[in-house]
């Protein structure tokens, strides 16, 4: 595991004498920017904007944002306020709800559309609760003179991926616009299922020395809508990793037990979101390590034209876990060993200092802040 041990160079300046506290007369310039990015975080969270731009659905800091200082205010509860993907609640047994929205563009992409997309992302924020996904409903916005064909084969496409994950789509709705006001088809899912295990996964169980861990390749799904928008002029054999995580997460349960403190997939703003979340959360540091973070060449090649990192591009059959050292091992091997968590790897380390921060340990031997995404370089890709 020392190859993994990332971050026992990161001092803790909490209680080390010679690195005063942040603001203090001689703070280094490292802690001066450490203390401002603490102070920032802490504020309350204000939506500056008059309008909602694309950014905001982009699940970086303006979705965030946009979530903490509308949404939560006006819901506010302690179910809503945990922030996980889906809310874990008891009704009799423990059950866990979700819902999500999909406009993604084009509808068809190589891999999958917008139909298994759906019905594997809902399954997933469940799964990632620890819980067995049972029921879906599916509720539909239609423009006028959207293709009946394109409207079966999207169906037939949710109907096979509830199939492959074990659930039922039981209930749905249907609204249709005028001509020009929804781009085609747009997809709403809601799932719930039950949490048979006596586990309580969360972003705030995170703890010095745990492993983190992904459950293979990442980028692959944001990458492909975009070259399937034929936008740019690469041809590249790379299909989306759509897929229900379900059954890869009662491999990794079943090997690593309560050692796994945290599950997330890696949707909007990919895994640097997931980690940052984690990160604040829990009030440590993740400490990644750049050369053991599995991406594909094309997905690479791809970013560096966009001007992206891939860290930042969402995947859509991929999981972070956050795993107790003395189970990591045992976790990375279930993953690796399931068809969906084939190229799983370690990639970091979570340490106490400093608190609320991804850092990343460069292939030059640079660190550097992995920060939340700002804006939206890869519009309409869920």
Known sequence: MTSHDLGTTIPNRASDPEHPRPGAPHATTEEQVLDRIARARAARPRLREDRITLAHG???????????????????????????????????????????????????????????????????????????????????????????????????????????AGVRIVAGDTKVVERGKADGCFVVTSGVGVRERPLELSATAARPGDRVLVSGPIGDHGVTVMLARGELDIVADLESDTAPLNGLVDALLDAAGDGVRCLRDATRGGVATICNEVAVASGVSLVLSEDDVPVRPVVNGASELLGIDPLYVACEGRLVAVVAPERADAALAALAGHPLGEGAAMIGTVVDDPPGLVLLRTAFGGTRIVDLLVGDPLPRIC
């Open 58 to 164: 982009a699940g970086g800091k303006a979705t965030h944002t946009l979530i903490e200082a509308v949404f939560l205010d006006a819901f506010r509860n302690p179910v809503l306020e945990a922030m996980e993907d889906g809310a874990a609640v008891d009704g009799g047994e423990r059950l866990a709800f979700t819902t999500d929205a999909f406009v993604v563009s084009p509808l068809f992409f190589p891999g999958g559309d917008i139909g298994d997309l759906a019905v594997n992302g809902t399954v997933n924020d469940l799964a990632m609760t620890g819980a067995r996904p049972l029921h879906l409903s599916a509720a539909f916005v239609l423009e006028e003179g959207f293709a009946v064909a394109d409207l079966r084969r999207i169906a037939a496409s949710m109907a096979r991926a509830a199939d492959a």
